[in-house]
């Protein structure tokens, strides 16, 4: 993708501070880190979000698989060596959910301390159900569920 400024850091026509790179997959610094450390993981395919990604090929599912793993691992790294005492994984699909950059990543975010950080967006209860509103939803995102499980046929 010519204007993705992710592609161009996989490219290497922009910097980045990298923390791994494989054929597949980089991981380098939030250039605007929410804390120290902040880390993002991306897919060296570009995909613009999660509804985007493309599983047909070897390359796309080997892509997608070092993605979840290396997500998993410096999450570890994170929180396993005493670098950080916690982390937060996020990720963000179309600008409502926040995302400013068309090319799919994940956030690792180490945490410092022990005061719990306010993640509102998250754990509010801001919202609350109308009478008969949980299962309206419920059925339809199961049924959506299982209709991508059946249609994509990976399971
Ligand atoms: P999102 O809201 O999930 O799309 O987040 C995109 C993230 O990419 C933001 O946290 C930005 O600070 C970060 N970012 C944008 N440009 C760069 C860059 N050139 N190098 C590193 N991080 C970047
Ligand atoms: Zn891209």
Redesign the pocket.
């Known amino acids: ?1 010519e204007n ?4 161009k850091i ?1 490219k290497g026509e922009i910097p980045s501070t990298k923390l791994y790179e494989s054929e597949r997959v980089i991981v380098f610094l939030d250039i605007n880190p929410i804390e120290k450390g902040h880390a993002l993981i991306v897919p060296k395919l ?1 995909w613009s979000n999660l509804a985007e990604v493309k599983l047909d090929t070897e390359k796309e599912i080997e892509t997608y698989e070092e993605l979840m793993y290396v997500m998993r691992v410096t999450a570890k790294a994170v929180i396993s060596t005493g670098i950080a005492d916690g982390a937060n994984i996020l990720q963000c699909n179309n600008a409502c959910a926040g995302k400013t950059v ?2 799919l990543h994940f956030h690792v975010i180490p945490r410092y301390g022990k005061e719990a950080v306010a993640v509102p967006a998250f754990n509010s209860g801001a919202v609350k159900y109308e009478e008969g509103e949980v299962s309206v939803i419920t059925k339809k995102l199961a049924d959506a569920i299982k209709k991508i499980i059946q249609e994509e046929d990976l399971l």
């Open positions: 993708m993705c400024i992710f592609c996989v570009h068309d090319h």
